[in-house]
């Protein structure tokens, strides 16, 4: 849990921003709920994955947004 802000509520802003809607986002969360995953994904969020993770999959998934980005980019 962050303090001040949610997570959700820091997605929505900065998929909201002009400057920063294009960053890819993804959420490493302990909720692990369908609804806390659907939440996130409306949110936003490019990605979501729950905790506990295994390091290569957070590291592959970086890597296929940031190909997605790249391939985008290049269209």
Do not use: W
């Amino acid at each position: 849990m962050m303090p001040k802000v949610s997570g959700l509520e820091l997605v929505t802003a900065l998929k909201a921003d002009a400057t920063t809607s294009d960053i890819p986002i993804i959420l490493l969360s302990a909720k692990a709920q369908n609804a806390d995953v659907r939440s996130g994904l409306d949110a936003g969020a490019d990605d979501y994955i729950t905790k506990p993770f295994e390091p290569l999959d957070l590291v592959d998934r970086v890597n296929r947004l940031l190909e997605a980005r790249a391939s985008k980019r290049s269209s």
